[in-house]
């Protein structure tokens, strides 16, 4: 807050030799000051850091939903599986390979109707 309230350029250069934050602050305040080029390219860099940050942000949002939504699948296949084996006891790895490749809505019916799957046959009607 001293750097910032600062009336004299004398104030600024004892508190940037006493703090490395402050003399890093006041050597990029020193050259924006001196060069309007250098000011507007500084300034376009910072703008591009912080987009590129809030494209990171936002990229790591989106990989969190997806791995949340990938979980919520894999976790409805594993129930379903671990039902279908108490059910029917011997699951063919073919019915496997199938139920795996099953997106959400259709574990979900499977999953709603399992009181009727007794048998593969059973089964198999929700595999076409």
Known sequence: MEFLDAKSRGVMEM?????KNIKKAYTVLEILSKDEKARMAYEAREAEVRDQLT????????GIEKGIEKGIEKGIE?????????RIKEIP???????SKLEEAQLEKIALNMV????????AQYLQ
């Open 93 to 99: 790895s073919e019915f496997k390979q199938k139920i």
């Open 15 to 19: 508190l940037a030799e006493k703090n």
């Open 116 to 123: 009727n799957i007794e048998k593969l046959e059973d089964l």
């Open 55 to 62: 494209r990171l942000k936002t990229a790591e949002e989106k």
């Open 78 to 86: 594993k129930i379903i599986m671990l039902q279908l084996e108490q």
